[in-house]
Nanobody, 122 residues
Framework: QVQLVESGGGLVQPGGSLRLSCAAS????????MGWYRQAPGKERELVAT???????NYADSMKGRFTISRDNAKNTVYLQMNSLKPEDTAVYYC????????????????WGQGTLVTVSS
């Protein structure tokens, strides 16, 4: 069984920074892509950024230049560095892992973390 555990959320002032981490566990052989999504109150979940095992990244337009996604394949961990945070960045941030292969060749289409709350407020 594959689990994702996020950490690093919290309260930050506008203009501040936070770094989110998400570690995958569970006898993992490979994860094709990992990423972050977010859901603000009353809104649908939206893409923040994704990164492949080869390091290719994709960002939502509103996050480009402020957020940076990175990944440590050896640790099955993905990070999201968030700078110049705005009140509209307030949301629950969810980690996602897609195309997962574990020992024994078992494959998972995708797994979600439980979410971590980021609040940007003065």
């Amino acid at each position: 069984q594959v689990q994702l555990v996020e950490s690093g959320g919290g309260l930050v002032q506008p203009g501040g920074s936070l770094r989110l981490s998400c570690a995958a566990s569970g006898s993992i052989f490979n994860i094709n892509a990992m990423g972050w999504y977010r859901q603000a109150p009353g809104k649908e979940r939206e893409l923040v950024a994704t990164i492949t095992s080869g390091g290719s990244t994709n960002y939502a337009d509103s996050m480009k230049g402020r957020f940076t996604i990175s990944r440590d394949n050896a640790k099955n961990t993905v990070y999201l560095q968030m700078n110049s945070l705005k009140p509209e960045d307030t949301a629950v941030y969810y980690c996602n892992a897609a195309g997962i292969t574990v020992e024994g060749g078992i494959k998972y289409l995708e797994v979600w973390g439980q979410g971590t709350l980021v609040t940007v407020s003065s």
